[in-house]
């Protein structure tokens, strides 16, 4: 360990900062957020330093740095453009015993500077120890997008609740029980990250309240088309969490390398020579895992509440009054659209897109004349089988045979397909494909020639 990692409380503290350019005033921004008493020498001071000093927020020291500037300081930065300049403040707080930081010569420096990520009351540092700081500032990006913002509130909040929780429960393991299951609450997150603090509220009253046996809950999350690019923050973060995650086929292999590796995962889609699992299996299957105690994530392609069936298994955890919440997902005709370079809808060619499943065994559910209007965009999902009724009832109904049409197969991912055709040619050119594919009908195909770019 080259550096010892240390948080400091520089609230009121005086802080001395060396130099009055632009990598001067990123530290002082830091310094400041910090709350230190900020004492800034130079010879010259940006506009910024000016105006932070006439809003009384810093100091200023015009002239060649001086040892007596270190009276009286906690820390030091030493951040001008002269190497030499830098490297004497250095050698005079050394000399004090003072921790400094020296801007482009860190391993001169009894003190550097980390990237943060900033949750307060949570704080992150990263730090390559002044070696590779590019390294370290893409690393907290990385960290910066998978930790939400409600993080800090959450954090809040546990600290306005240690001494309820010390009073609450009598050992050690019933409060680490309690805070596990307080942190893993994504009602809670989701309730602070929305303002609603009576439901916070009323939430954290009934983790108090609920037995320290570990109660299950499920979240059911949309993966998306298939690009694991496209899983969104909130959905990785629950496959991160989860204790058993159900999927099904549609959930490409990239996403599920992001679950958990500890995880168990269940599959219950369909493969060859099987057949798919009947949805009552699958909602007793979450009402099962869920009833021992489990964290459990139901993994769908696409959006669960589109053509997912994701209601209907809620319904069922509902009526045993299983916790749950639903993390949407990209739905596949968004994803697979937008990357065949078809906008699902446009000012000249379509006010209006429906979806449409290709089950058609109920077909006096499907108001084919509407669909066969002027002026939308029709996706069909899992319509590959029914495309010769497709077309047969769209003819009938009065589109014309040369809307263009166009089928893709694999949306998203890098064996994705697109082939256009006009809707006379539907059935003939379905032949040609294989499932998961989407059927999108409209002149908004026609623009696919403009606008493709996968």
């Not at 080259?2 to 609230?11: A, G, K, N, T």
């Not at 690393?139 to 959450?154: D, I, N, S």
């Not at 299996?281 to 392609?301: F, P």
């Not at 029914?386 to 009832?393: G, H, S, T, V, W």
Request: aromatic share 6%; net charge negative.
């Amino acid at each position: 360990m080259d550096y010892f990692p240390l948080f400091c409380r520089l609230q009121g503290k005086r802080c001395l900062l060396v130099g009055g350019g632009d990598v001067a005033e990123r530290k002082a921004r830091l310094l400041l957020d910090a709350g230190a008493d900020l004492h800034v020498g130079a010879l010259d001071f940006s506009p910024v330093f000016q105006q932070w000093a006439e809003q009384g927020k810093l100091h200023l020291i015009s002239g060649t740095f001086e040892e007596c500037w270190l009276e009286g300081c906690w820390l030091v930065i030493a951040a001008t453009d002269d190497d030499a300049v830098n490297q004497q403040v250095g050698d005079a707080a050394e000399a004090r015993r003072i921790f400094c930081n020296l801007v482009d010569a860190p391993q001169e420096a009894s003190a550097i500077m980390p990237s943060i990520v900033d949750r307060s009351p949570l704080m992150i540092a990263v730090s390559s120890g002044g070696r590779a700081p590019v390294l370290a500032r893409l690393m907290r990006e990385k960290l910066e997008a998978m930790l939400p913002q409600h993080l800090g509130q959450l954090a809040s909040l546990a600290g306005s609740l240690r001494n309820r929780v010390k009073q609450t429960f009598a050992s050690m393991g019933q409060r680490r029980a309690f805070w596990e299951r307080f942190f893993a609450s994504d009602r809670l997150a989701q309730t602070l990250a929305n303002g609603d603090q009576p439901r916070a509220d009323h939430i954290v009253d009934s983790l108090f309240d609920a037995p320290l046996s570990q109660q299950g809950e499920v979240v059911l999350v949309g993966a998306g088309p298939g690009d694991a690019g496209l899983l969104t923050l909130k959905g990785l973060q629950c496959i991160q969490q989860a204790d058993v995650v159900v999927y099904d086929r549609l959930v490409s292999e990239p996403i599920l390398n992001l679950v958990r590796r500890d995880a168990e995962r269940i599959f219950v889609g369909k493969q060859a020579g099987h057949h798919c699992v009947p949805q009552s299996q699958i909602n007793q299957l979450l009402l099962e895992q869920a009833q021992s105690g489990k964290r459990v994530v139901r993994l769908k392609g696409g959006d669960p509440f589109i053509f997912g069936r994701g209601g209907e298994e809620l319904e069922i955890l509902a009526q045993h009054n299983i916790p749950f919440s639903v993390v949407p997902g990209i739905t596949a005709a968004s994803g697979c659209a937008a990357y065949s370079g078809i906008p699902l809808t446009h000012r000249d060619h379509a006010q209006s897109v429906r979806f449409v499943t290709g089950h058609l065994q109920q077909q006096g559910e499907i108001e084919w004349q509407k669909l066969a209007a002027e002026q939308q965009t029709l996706v069909f999902y899992m319509g590959l089988n029914q495309a010769p009724e497709i077309q047969r009832q769209l003819l009938q109904h009065g589109m014309d045979a040369a809307m263009p049409v166009a089928i893709v197969q694999n949306g998203t991912t890098p064996d994705q397909r697109v082939e256009t055709a006009t809707l006379a040619e539907l059935s003939s050119l379905a032949q040609q494909f294989a499932s998961p594919a989407l059927i999108i009908v409209g002149r908004v195909v026609s623009l696919r020639h403009q606008l493709r770019w996968f």
